[in-house]
């Protein structure tokens, strides 16, 4: 079967500053997010901005909490991107420590060649993040692959060079057809998918937005080729809500159909032998002048604690490179006609069937 796609999460912060909607507890939370992941799979959670920037905490706190994320967060300048980074990363640490019943410290974020972010060392999840402005959202499920993307719901899509970059001509048909009315949330809509499901593969914004394309019809929508032929399999779930204020988020999941693991615990994949040596050589204090660290990453061989792609990237104006596309790229309002990877030509995918 499917997986279904339930609606987000909310979760207003961690434990000791404000929760969820009546200042939820970091344990009710979790407990929520274990019944989703066991009802559905997959589960999507929300939060703002403003909750998870650490208020207070030590340099040395803040490294042993951001990983190898910590080189490319000293170097960033820009105060708001500073934030939203360290934000989003101790986010996506928490909720996917909360999956696999875990503490967020023990959570090794790393990051594929593309800049797809993945839980080193436990492939029982897959994960994606996406935020912009005040808004943070991350998707998580056991079934397969995850995509997910968040915007605002009043930006401007319709009449731009967006709806000539991004939509086939069966989806420029569909907008033509639904007059003026909702046409820019039907943008909105489209835009969103089509960043669930690209970052879902793999390929964020170097899969032409052009080469595939969405049937909306009421609350669904089905994948289909640039002509409106449906895609054939069902393995493909996809999602739009509402969270926050004034914002949007799409979700994509595929079922690979290999079954779906119902113990994520980290626990029950770790030998235990080899648990009690790392966190043993963890617990030595380092020699003076060192490397030595209580990180996952120097544990598991990277000296340096950042993967090549997740060190510091901002564009020539300071906009930060997004987590989870091709370096080069960045998330600004006007760069949705740049869809292709830096320095080339946009990859060509060929859809099933």
């Known amino acids: 079967m499917p997986a279904r796609v339930g609606r987000p999460l ?7 500053r404000p929760g969820g909607p009546a200042g939820e507890p970091r ?23 403003p909750g998870w920037v650490p208020r207070g905490a030590t340099d040395a706190e803040l490294h042993l909490r951001l990983g190898r994320d910590r080189a490319r967060y000293e170097s ?21 420590a909360a999956a696999l019943r875990t503490g967020p410290e023990l959570v090794d974020l790393a990051y594929q060649p593309g800049g797809r972010p993945y839980v080193r060392g436990c492939d029982q999840i897959d994960v994606s993040l996406s935020h912009t402005e005040e808004t943070m959202v991350v998707g998580i499920t ?49 835009w ?18 052009t080469e595939f394309g969405f049937a909306l019809d009421g609350g669904t929508a089905r994948l289909v080729r640039p002509d409106g032929t449906p895609v054939p399999g069902g393995e493909w779930q996809f999602g739009t809500f509402p969270v926050g204020e004034g914002y949007v988020a799409s979700v994509a999941v595929c079922d690979t159909g290999f079954g779906e693991l119902t113990d994520l615990s980290a626990g029950t994949t770790l030998d235990h032998g080899l648990l009690d040596a790392l966190l043993g050589q963890a617990r030595r204090p380092a020699p003076e002048g060192g490397a030595g660290s209580r990180q996952p990453a120097r544990l598991l061989g ?35 006609g740049r869809l292709g990877a830096a320095g080339g030509e946009p990859q060509h995918l060929q859809l099933p069937g």
Request: charged share 35%.
């Open 142 to 190: 056991r079934r397969g692959r995850i995509g997910v993307d968040v915007e605002r719901a009043d930006r401007r899509l319709a009449h731009t060079g967006s709806e000539r970059q991004a939509c086939t001509p069966y989806e420029k048909g569909r907008l033509d057809a639904g007059g003026e009315d909702g046409r820019n949330d039907t943008m909105v809509r489209l």
């Open 27 to 49: 344990d009710e939370l979790h407990g929520r997010l274990h019944r989703e992941l066991a009802a559905t799979g997959s589960v999507v959670v929300y939060a703002p901005v």
């Open 192 to 209: 969103t998918l089509k960043e669930a499901y690209s970052k879902a593969l793999g390929q964020g914004l170097r899969f032409r937005f």
């Open 76 to 96: 960033i300048g820009l105060p708001r991107v500073r934030e939203r980074f360290v934000a989003s990363r101790l986010f996506l640490r928490e909720v996917a």
């Open 10 to 16: 909310y979760a207003g912060g961690p434990e000791g």
């Open 302 to 336: 990277d000296p340096d604690g950042v993967d090549p792609v997740a060190r510091p990237q901002l564009a020539d104006d300071g906009r930060e490179v997004v987590a989870d596309r091709a370096l080069g790229q960045v998330e600004a309002a006007g760069d949705l």
